[in-house]
Nanobody, 121 residues
Framework: QVQLVESGGGLVQAGGSLNLSCVAS??????MGWFRQAPGKEREFVAATTWLGGNKEYGNSVKGRFTISRDNAKNTVYLQMNSLRPEDTALYYC????????????????WGQGTQVTVSS
């Protein structure tokens, strides 16, 4: 059974940092991605990485502040978030895809329950 379990969310002040984790189990994937969704807004692409080769992509709103990384031995993908802003407040989802990374969350086959990130001003 495939499972993606996110953790690491919480409440932080603007300018602070959080490190999200996503542990994958049940099968191997070609790539993993992070997406987020704030109340009343559409789901937004945050970052993605391949499991092998380390090719990474970032959404424009987080480029230079967020870093995606992976630990293949632990089947874990991380999202280091620095210089957080109130507009980063959202439910963050980890998603897994069996093909190349995509900025469209509809192309991902598996996803977790999400972890809430709240940034206060």
């Amino acid at each position: 059974q495939v499972q993606l379990v996110e953790s690491g969310g919480g409440l932080v002040q603007a300018g602070g940092s959080l490190n999200l984790s996503c542990v994958a189990s049940g099968r191997t994937f070609s790539a993993m991605g992070w997406f987020r969704q704030a109340p009343g807004k559409e789901r937004e692409f945050v970052a993605a990485t391949t499991w092998l080769g380390g090719n990474k992509e970032y959404g424009n709103s987080v480029k230079g502040r967020f870093t995606i990384s992976r630990d293949n031995a632990k089947n874990t993908v991380y999202l280091q978030m620095n210089s957080l802003r109130p507009e980063d407040t959202a439910l963050y989802y980890c998603k897994a895809i069996l093909s190349l990374p995509s900025r469209s969350d509809l192309k991902y086959q598996y996803w977790g329950q999400g972890t809430q990130v709240t940034v206060s001003s």
